[in-house]
């Protein structure tokens, strides 16, 4: 957690962008609304305010924009020497801006900060554009998990990334004041 004029976030690539640990009160419908734009199975506030609340494992970042809304985020548990990105997005119209790769690298750098090693998560098999993402930032394919997802039936890809990219420590804590 940080303190009263401790800078908080990381600067984005473009003046008055930021990826920050998610704060319940101020973040949660803005990541609901980035997880129904981007989604066919989001997942719901009730599933995001547990996780922000009860989970010691949870690691939860927004991407904020210059005028301070949720323009992306990031979510997943750092077990262990492991970090499992379990969501990513990028509200549609700030796509292709070279914001995902941003708050991938970044949520990448804390959990190294923290500790972690290595990094896995899985992608639809269709989903070409998260694909050369995660292969651009260094992840690769360590298996195939048959029918894993739903709406509309598809394998996952398992990709691992072996070596995480040094970041600051101290700025994975959610914040749910
Ligand atoms: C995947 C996602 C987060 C990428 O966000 P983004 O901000 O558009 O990504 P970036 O602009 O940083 O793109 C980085 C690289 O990813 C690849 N990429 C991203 N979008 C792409 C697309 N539509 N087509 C092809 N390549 C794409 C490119 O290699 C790109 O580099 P380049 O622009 O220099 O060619 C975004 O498309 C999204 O939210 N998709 C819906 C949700 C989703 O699929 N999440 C991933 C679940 S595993």
């Known amino acids: 957690m940080t303190s009263p004029g401790e800078p908080v976030g ?4 473009e003046p008055g962008w ?31 305010e547990w996780e922000a609340r009860n989970s010691d494992v949870a690691r939860i970042f927004v991407l904020r924009s210059p005028d301070g809304c949720v323009a992306g985020y990031c979510a997943g548990w750092l077990i262990f020497d492991e970090l499992h990105i379990n969501n990513l997005a990028v509200t549609p119209e700030w796509r292709r801006r070279g914001l995902g790769a941003f708050l991938v690298r970044t949520v990448l750098g804390l959990a190294a900060g923290e500790g972690a090693a290595r990094a896995t998560l899985e992608v639809r098999a269709s989903n070409l554009s998260a694909r050369r993402l995660y292969e651009a930032l260094g992840f690769v394919q360590a298996g195939v998990r048959r029918g894993y997802y739903t709406n509309p039936p598809e394998d996952a890809l398992i990709l691992w990334l072996e070596r995480l990219p040094g970041g600051p420590p101290g700025l994975g804590e959610t914040d749910v004041a």
């Open 10 to 13: 990381v600067p984005g690539p």
């Open 18 to 48: 930021v990826v920050e640990p998610m704060r319940l009160d101020r973040d949660l419908e803005g990541i609901v609304a980035v997880d129904k734009a981007s989604f066919t199975n989001p997942w719901t506030r009730e599933m995001y």
